[in-house]
Structure formats: C-alpha cells, structure tokens
C-alpha cells in the first residue's frame, strides 16, 4: 500500500507542476516583463505559454512537448515565458483555452502567431517556424 502511494506521488507531482515550477524545469522565464526585456535585448522573439494548475493537457505540453530535446534546441532562438492564466500580463493575451501559446514579436509586443490547446512536437516545431516566417514578413 506504501508504494502505491508513493507512486502516486511521484506521479501526481511530475504532471501537476504549476507555471513557475515549469519554468524553472524548462530554464524559462516566468514574468512577463522581464521576459520581454530579455527578448528585446536579445533581439528575439518571446514565445508565452499559458497554462493552469490541474490541466492535464498543460502538464502534458509542458512534459512532453516543452521538453522535448528537439524542440528546446529549437526554442534557443525565442525568449520562453511560461505563465499562470492569473499571472500579470497585457490582457491581450488573456485566453479562456489552456494550454495557449502565443508567438511574440519582442519589439512591438504584438503576437504574430497563436495556437490554442496541446499540441505535440512536430506541429510545435511548425509553429515554431510559421511564427518566424510571419514576423519576418510584418516587420
């Protein structure tokens, strides 16, 4: 009985992290202005996931799609925010469909891309790549 429960532990907290636990798990940002700051100096663009406690399938973005090692090595080229749907951030932004992803350019602060819900490597790595077209074409 022991180790059910402690397996069920493990389990629960490797798939119920909140915003800023994910954040740190992925080396990302967690506030909006200092993610945008970075971006900016940095000059790239700033991808913003936002994500709530207890959704299956924000854990599940966070778990397996953030953290794939192909698209992290992807994602060296953006700013990574993650955030809570309650977390301070331009209203904007404010989505009522978790997870959702917004692709930012980092100058104007306008969201170029956006994608709505889970979404697994090889469309995120899409995304990834329709964003930055899109940007290059608008500025």
Not at 78 to 90: E, G, N, Q
Not at 98 to 107: L, M, N, Q, R
Request: hydrophobic share 40%; charged share 30%.
């Amino acid at each position: 009985m022991r180790i059910l429960f402690l397996s069920f532990l493990l389990t629960y907290s490797l798939f119920a992290a909140n915003a800023a636990e994910a954040a740190k798990t992925l080396g990302a940002e967690n506030r909006y202005s200092s993610a945008v700051a970075k971006a900016q100096k940095e000059k790239k663009m700033l991808i913003m996931v936002i994500v709530k406690e207890h959704c299956r399938w924000c854990d599940k973005m966070v778990d397996r799609t953030l953290s794939d090692s192909t698209v992290k090595k992807a994602m060296e080229n953006y700013v990574t925010l993650i955030v809570d749907k309650d977390d301070d951030f331009p209203t904007d932004f404010k989505e009522n469909f978790f997870p959702s992803t917004f692709f930012i350019d980092a100058a104007t602060q306008k969201s170029v891309y956006e994608s709505a819900g889970f979404v697994g490597t090889k469309c995120f790595l899409n995304d990834l790549n329709e964003s930055r077209k899109i940007r290059d074409e608008l500025y």
